[in-house]
């Protein structure tokens, strides 16, 4: 009895072990693939549902789908419409696992010869570097997948001799409900469905159970999925909330239909699987565990549209609140975590620059920020958090570069709201013609910056960098002038100092919103700047 029970535990963990495994193996191996995919593809409702199973698929993973979806969502590449479909896709791929462990984990007895794989691929992690050593990862993981499954098999081989499937409940419709119950009840213990899937394959392949019994277990443990989502969101931004709502509701109507057309469908996949010449129970319990999942897309798919609303209406966003998308849970996912930070920037920064102009022209005064100050520091301050946790940029150059400027611009958003909070500048900013060109100059480079509140439009920081550079050439004209005009009397000293402080902080001013508008738009600029003094030129 202590054997049996060892041999299935360590052969679920073993399973579960080589799918974490494999998983990162894959997702690191991908590297930026899964982001290109998704962005690319997910344009209609078909291709993205087309989409969203292809990505699952190739990582092995529906909870790397549905966190990269979220952060699309958050980022604003996707809409949520799109990302019903995605999530519709996510939970046919994930039913891949099923057919690998029914094709070669029980037709072929591969766990012997997963041990050379496993020791490959360890190997390779170790010694190799790159893509080399994700590959050998995701060896390793496939091997240990396949050694935990011929373990698993062993251990429900002896649950076959002494366990009878008659006093597991009965063909009924209370007896179906109860097996839904325990499918469910073993994903939320080894919070996976995969495992919870590989296990009832297994079970079903000794003779353990039967196909129906085996049938509306895999219903419960396809809902059983969503509550790990569920558990997820907590606390989690309001795109991740609408997600979980959205995997939940589908997978449990979905479940809801299968389990009513359960005998049929269970019926109908075992005489196709006869019919292609098969009569092994495992292929056709992974037949139906697609075919219920193929059943509740087609009825869903069309409704997308509908549905979205249902679920925007059911969790409504707080309007205005900044940097409000980002989820810590994305920032696993470099290709979606560097977008989202660019975009939650881009956010604050055009909020921030649509103020400053309005208090540059007049309507409204600079002192009259601090409430709009607290929110953007708060804001930043949640976003610096959010790219702290962004992983190693290994396989995108790219997105190295992106990262880079995320965190210039972060440092000059910083910059520009310190330079606000200098009351002496304020002060010297009104009374004296000679600022005119200045405050002008700096008009014009927040104008020109409007591009920041809205990521439709094209960024263009080139306008930015000539209004600064003027600026800052006019600043170096007119010092030595007011300088002379202050030694001969015509200009008093105090005034004179005022006077250099509100040119010199304009000047400042202008350059952050520049270099912040350079960075986040992605421009290459050939000669770095060297007009600015005191003024962090060499970011």
């Known amino acids: 009895m202590g054997s049996m029970i060892s041999s299935v535990a360590g052969g679920i963990g073993l399973f579960l072990l080589g799918m974490i495994l494999m998983t990162d193996g894959l997702k690191a191996l991908a590297g930026d693939s899964l982001r290109r995919l998704l962005a690319r593809f997910a344009g209609g409702p078909v291709s993205a549902m087309l ?12 909870h790397a789908t549905t966190l990269a979806t979220i952060g699309f969502v958050s980022a604003g590449l996707l809409s949520f419409q799109q990302a019903l479909g995605v ?39 170790l010694v190799a570097r790159g893509k080399v050593a994700q590959a050998g990862l995701a060896l390793c993981g496939f091997g240990v997948i396949f050694v935990g499954l011929d373990l698993l098999q062993g251990g429900m081989g002896q649950v076959a001799t002494r366990f009878d499937p008659t006093r597991l409940p009965d063909d009924s419709v209370s007896g179906r409900l109860l097996l839904v119950l325990i499918g469910l009840g073993m994903t939320v213990i080894v919070q996976s469905s995969s495992a919870a899937v590989a296990a009832t394959l297994t079970a079903l392949s000794s003779g353990a159970i039967n196909l129906d019994q085996a049938a509306a277990m895999v219903i419960g443990q396809n809902v059983g999925t969503s509550l790990t989502a569920a558990v997820a969101a907590i606390g989690a931004s309001v795109p991740a909330k609408r997600t979980a709502l959205a995997h939940i509701l589908f997978n449990v109507l979905t479940g809801v239909v299968a389990f009513m057309v359960l005998p049929l469908l269970a019926h109908g996949v075992e005489a196709a699987a006869h019919g292609f010449g098969t009569k092994d129970d495992a292929i056709a319990l992974a037949a139906f565990h697609s075919a219920f999942n193929v059943l ?21 966003e707080k309007q205005g609140q900044l940097a409000r998308h980002l989820d810590s849970s994305v920032a696993d996912l470099p290709g979606v975590s560097v977008e989202a930070a660019r975009r939650a920037l881009l956010e604050i920064s ?79 900013l009104s009374g004296d013609e000679r600022l005119a060109p200045f405050l002008k100059l700096a008009q014009e480079a927040a104008t020109q910056a409007a591009w920041m509140s809205d990521v439709a439009r094209k960024a263009d920081a080139a306008p930015l960098a000539a209004a600064s550079r003027v600026l800052a050439d006019l600043r170096r004209a007119e010092r030595p002038r007011i300088m002379e005009q202050t030694a001969s009397g015509e200009c008093a000293s105090e005034h004179a100092l005022e006077l250099l402080e509100g040119m010199h902080w304009l000047d400042r001013l202008t350059y952050h919103i520049w270099r912040i508008g350079h960075h986040l738009s992605g421009a290459a600029l050939a000669v770095e700047p060297e007009h600015v003094a005191d003024a962090s030129p060499g970011a």
């Open 87 to 125: 999530i519709l896709g996510a939970n046919l791929g994930t039913t891949s696992t099923g057919w690998l462990v029914s094709l070669l984990g029980l037709k072929l007895s591969i766990g012997k010869l997963a041990m050379p794989l496993i020791c490959l691929g360890a190997l390779a992690r």
């Open 51 to 62: 989409s969203g199973a292809g990505a699952t698929a190739l990582v092995q993973s529906s």
């Open 350 to 428: 055009g909020q921030a620059v649509a103020r400053i102009r309005q208090a540059l022209v007049g309507a409204c005064k600079f002192d009259a920020l601090g409430v709009d100050m607290t929110e953007w520091t708060d804001a930043l301050t949640r976003t610096r958090a959010f790219i702290a946790r962004v992983g190693r940029l290994e396989n995108s150059h790219e997105q190295y570069r992106q990262h880079v400027s995320n965190l210039h611009a972060t440092d000059h958003l910083d910059r520009l709201l310190a330079v606000l909070r200098e009351p002496a500048a304020l002060k010297a």
């Open 296 to 316: 509740g897309i087609a009825i869903f798919l069309p409704m997308t549209g509908p549905f979205a609303r249902l679920i925007e209406r059911l969790i409504r």
